[in-house]
């Protein structure tokens, strides 16, 4: 009998790629997709080939899934990014990239963007000097995110640094460990953002 891995080691296995859901696990020998790297199920491998549109599909959801957000808010962050000039699948990455669930988990205070949201959702994050509880909120150049001051916000906190001191930090985010934050220096490019995807079939799917 197969040992179960949990839904969301389930899914990295099912796109064959690391998708970091399950934060520190991800990066240990632990991780179900480096013991196993082939999709869960007892007959997986006699799936057939995916059509054009499973292909589309899939990736969409590897992106709602390594952001964590659902289909609503995905469209609307899709209807955004259309508006904007440039490329709208850069607009859209870039525009995820700069939710603060996600920047409070690249800068090490939470070990995965699940964690960073309950951190947030439980008012232990500031964004200059204030008490930010939106995971969506979209950092800005120069805003400065740090622990609320508090002993128990800081101490959640700092004890995730310790134990994420190998994680490499973006070049457009700096973290000070002296006073314990991190500042957004720069907007994210597509280069920055480390989701393995092809944003142009979403694009596609999602334009139908």
């Known amino acids: 009998m197969a040992r179960y891995v949990g839904p969301q080691c389930r899914l990295c296995r099912r796109e064959g790629e690391k998708l970091f859901l399950k934060g520190f696990r991800c990066e240990t020998a632990k991780c179900a997709i480096t013991k196993r790297?082939?999709?869960?199920?007892?007959?997986?491998?006699?799936?057939?080939k995916l059509s054009k549109y499973g292909i589309q599909f899939r990736e969409k959801?590897?992106?709602?899934?390594?952001?964590?957000i659902l289909e609503k808010q995905f469209r609307n962050y899709f209807r955004k990014a259309e508006k904007q000039k440039g490329n709208?699948?850069?607009?859209?990455?870039i525009m995820l990239e700069?939710?603060?669930?996600?920047?409070?988990?690249?800068?090490?205070?939470?070990?995965?963007?699940?964690?960073?949201?309950?951190?947030?959702?439980?008012?232990?994050?500031?964004?200059?000097?204030?008490?930010?509880?939106?995971?969506?909120?979209?950092?800005?150049?120069?805003?400065?995110?740090?622990?609320?001051?508090?002993?128990?916000?800081?101490?959640?906190?700092?004890?995730?640094?310790?134990?994420s001191k190998s994680r490499?930090?973006?070049?457009?985010?700096?973290?000070?460990?002296?006073?314990?934050?991190?500042v957004v220096t720069q907007l994210p490019t597509r280069d920055d953002i480390s989701v393995s995807v092809q944003e142009q079939l979403i694009i596609e799917l999602c334009s139908k």
């Open 37 to 48: 790297k082939y999709p869960p199920g007892q007959f997986s491998w006699g799936r057939g």
């Open 88 to 93: 709208t699948g850069d607009n859209l990455l």
């Open 98 to 163: 700069r939710r603060l669930d996600n920047v409070v988990h690249l800068i090490s205070f939470a070990h995965s963007r699940k964690s960073a949201r309950q951190l947030i959702l439980h008012g232990h994050i500031t964004v200059n000097d204030k008490k930010v509880d939106i995971p969506s909120f979209l950092v800005r150049v120069g805003d400065v995110i740090k622990p609320k001051n508090s002993e128990k916000s800081r101490k959640f906190v700092q004890d995730n640094i310790e134990s």
């Open 168 to 182: 490499k930090i973006p070049s457009w985010l700096e973290f000070r460990s002296d006073s314990l934050e991190g």
């Open 61 to 68: 959801q590897k992106m709602k899934r390594f952001y964590g």
